[in-house]
């Protein structure tokens, strides 16, 4: 259990219950968030949290056995925040009353579209309220210091159900046009309760509050990226004793953030596989090996695999024959050269904390694998090896953060994600080395024109998709008959939503200009519009 304090938070299933734990993160506070069925009061005992956040959901308290917390949570005497649907559980069960919503078929698909963080206007029956809503003050309370600057606060709402009666002790301390116990609190028991979600964007104020929260809990922002450096390499010193580990370095920011901390708690004991499947960014091989073999002096096998990754992947069309083929055979080289090390008992995963989320489906059925992610999940396994995952608590930007901590290059830290298929799955239709080699180029193009333009840091994921599609075009006197390229930007929180990013249209121009123009094998560029839902960040 971490030293630090503690903030637990019991998840009803919510969309965004991720993001109280980001906003709680950045205000220096430890957090974990646990499904509500495994919030047992033996593990409120154990876990002893400083104070408690309960999500939103998509049940009723109405319904015939809701998702409940155990009693004994009220008689922790820590302040607690319930927010949307955790409200309407610390009010039902402190004896307040919660009425149903009238709900039409209607307000339920907003309901589903507000908690995908998409609807942007207020509708519903009555008592219901979709997305935007504006709060007005009633009294003073300490978790709204800061608020009310305006006469009203912006909110994001997206509740069915409504309180309709406060339990003993409580009080309003804010309203809406349709939710007269917006903001409710029993400022003796520090219990405060919130109908709309502070923790999305769409309610600007929400940090603030969240932030007045921990601060009437006692947090004192502990939970910094220098001190789990340093606990980090600890563990992985007691976990690991004098063994051996090995590493799978794919060139993106996790697994070399997990490599380079390994290697600061055991040196030469580690050793990392780089795996060149022939699929990476231009110049992106070279790179990694030059920072991790030659300037931090990490053992390091740099296996150059392209020839057999594209031979298996010549004349493959299908996009999840192409993701199986570069899984399986990315399993089967690594298992190759981790042998050769010799002895290893442990594999060093970059795995992040929302890998490790469960969260509650109320559903309970499996979801629909739209794509099979090629990941290394299956190596321990097949290796037969203990794993050592230094960043199971971490989200993305924690990790950033940690990279610039143990001194990976900001440039290289901050780069946007990329998938482990690499650029199979951005070049639709058969990949041959001349189509690789023409999309690396453009792709190269653009990221410096993002760059440039200083756009970088605002983007999830910029790239180019080489369509597998010959146009006509005039370049000089000549005719010439190339590939068509599309250029992909978005914008998200997590990689499960995303927005097109809004370029000018002068900076598409000059893109498109100078792709035609530098790269030999391309006279048209697009530019791909599409969020996701209903498109994926992805291609194939
Ligand atoms: P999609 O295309 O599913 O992508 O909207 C969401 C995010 O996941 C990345 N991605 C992958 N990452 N292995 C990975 O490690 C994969 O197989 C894979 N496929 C997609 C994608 O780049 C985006 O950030």
Known sequence: MTPHQRLLVIDFGSQVTQLIARRLRELGVYCEIHPYQHVTAGFLTEFTPQAVILSGGPASVMDGEPPFPPNEVFSLN???????????????????????????????????????????????????????????????????????????????????????????????????????????????????????????HHTPNGKRLLQNFVRLSGFTGDWTMGAYRDEAVEKIHRAVGDAKVICGLSGGVDSSVAAKLVHEAIGD?????????????????????????????????????????????????????????IGRLFIDVFRKHAAAVGGAEFLAQGTLYPDVIESVSFSGGPSVTIKSHHNVGGLPEQLG????????????????????????????????????????????????????????????????????????????????????????????????????????????????????FPFSHEFLCETATRIVNEVSGINRVVHDVTSKPPGTIEWE
Not at 130 to 151: D, M, N, Q, S, T
Not at 156 to 173: I, R
Not at 285 to 314: C, K, Q, T, Y
Not at 454 to 471: C, H, K, M
């Open 78 to 200: 820590v302040p607690i925040l319930g927010i949307c649907y955790g409200q309407q559980v610390m009010v039902k069960m402190l004896g307040g009353r919660v009425e149903r919503g009238q709900r039409t078929k209607d307000a339920e698909t907003r309901h589903q579209e507000a908690e995908s963080v998409s609807a942007t206007s207020t509708g519903g029956r009555v008592n219901s309220e979709f997305g935007r809503a504006y709060i007005a003050p009633k009294g003073v309370l300490p978790l709204l210091e800061g608020w009310f600057e305006e006469p009203t606060e912006q909110v994001w709402m997206s509740h069915g159900d409504h309180v309709a009666e406060l339990p003993p002790g409580f009080e309003v301390y804010g309203v809406s046009a349709k939710a007269p116990y917006a903001i409710v609190a029993d400022t003796k028991r520090s219990f405060f309760a919130v109908q709309f979600h502070p923790e999305v």
């Open 269 to 325: 004991r580690l050793t990392c596989v780089f795996v060149d499947h022939g699929l990476l960014r231009l110049n992106e091989a070279e790179e990694v090996v030059g920072m991790f073999r030659d300037h931090f002096n990490v053992p390091l096998i740099h296996a150059d695999e392209s020839e057999l990754f594209l031979s298996e992947l010549r004349g493959v069309t299908n996009p999840e024959e192409k993701r199986k083929t």
């Open 385 to 500: 090896l203990k794993l050592v995952e230094p960043l199971r608590e971490l989200f993305k930007d924690e990790v950033r953060e940690l990279g610039r901590e143990i001194g990976l290059p900001g440039r290289f830290v901050d780069r946007h994600p990329f998938p482990g298929p690499g650029l199979a799955i951005r070049c639709p239709g058969e990949i041959t080395c001349e189509k690789l080699d023409i999309l690396r180029n453009a792709d190269a193009v653009y990221i410096d024109q993002i760059r440039r333009h200083g756009l970088y840091e605002q983007i999830w994921q910029a790239f180019v998709v080489l369509l597998p599609v010959r146009t006509v075009g005039v370049m000089g006197d000549g005719r010439t008959y190339d590939y068509v390229c599309a250029l992909r930007a978005v914008t998200s929180v997590d990689g499960m939503t995303a927005d097109c």
